[in-house]
């Protein structure tokens, strides 16, 4: 196969990309931007070798554990689970939270094939139960799916006898932290409840 | 910088990839679909070290000269100039044709730079007077810029005495009049000819 349909078919990875659009991308870097499609690949290649998770917060990271998870100034009585490392981010800029995070890469989907395993859940409860956390707020989307994600991950650890609470019903229903203003996240934080 | 947010800002490069997408697409990379990363970043600087214009058609290819340029089953006195391969291939699809091409990789648009220099016409010039070129069939778009193109292209290659055609412009095979927006009709009805 030509190397360039070997290119149009390998960009078909990217999420939301199709035939046509895959091809523009190729023609584009191909006859466009060589520098940028160079740094392009050097990147991928170098993310795919140095971007590990943290051993504790599961986030991605170049380090064994990441800065946020060994800084001293986090209180490591609360740990908040979320979805996504966009998640994290969206609750870092609100400034309302100073505990740690859990981040579980993805949300329960068995249509997916995505279950306790596969998002690691043991990899949580262990990271929960270091005799640190007193408290683990679930901040998964308000999704279906998210709301699974936060049942399942509420029984699981109330089990273990941690206090659990869940961020509140501020976030519209249906919608997800990445697409909400921050006063809402804010304020969906303050007014968590038992779970 | 971290070289997850390196890589987003690396995936910008692509066309319609905004710093949203770029993101799901650096998550989706690097969280789900590793093997597909690693292929995409061979591909892409395999393609960067192979991939060149054909001497003769401006074609992506990875030898001097394309196959189709090299093959004897083409009619070498007629040269068919599109925008993009894209379009090459749409007129090889229609078995309508068998001459060669030139394919310009682009169209004049001053406002994105983009000049006779830039698209390299004097390599054109060069190659519809070869002695063997005696019709250039100019298959650009019908867009302003397409239209343009075309413009510049036969004054430029009448001037050198060539032969220099248009596709036709017109309703659509099965089109109905009422379908049709108006100006192509207009057209259609300017452009009329003997019956």
Known sequence: MPLLDSLTEALRVLPGVGPKSA??????????????????????????????HCAR????????VCERCLSQQRDASQLCVVEMPSDLMVM??????????????????????????????????ERATDGMVQEVILATNFTNEGEATAHYLGE???????????????VPVGGELEHTDLGTVAQAFVERRGW
């Open 23 to 52: 091809q523009r991308m190729a023609y584009h870097l191909l006859q466009r931007d060589r520098e940028g499609a160079a740094r392009l690949a050097g990147t991928l290649a170098a993310a795919l070798a140095e971007v590990r």
């Open 57 to 64: 917060c599961n986030n991605f990271t170049e380090a064994e």
């Open 92 to 125: 870092e800029s609100t400034l309302a939270y100073r505990g740690l995070y859990y981040v579980l890469m993805g949300k329960l989907s068995p249509l997916d094939g995505i279950g306790p395993r596969e998002l690691k859940f043991d990899k949580l409860v």
């Open 156 to 170: 699981m650890l109330r089990a273990r006898g941690l206090r659990v609470s869940r961020i509140a019903r501020g």
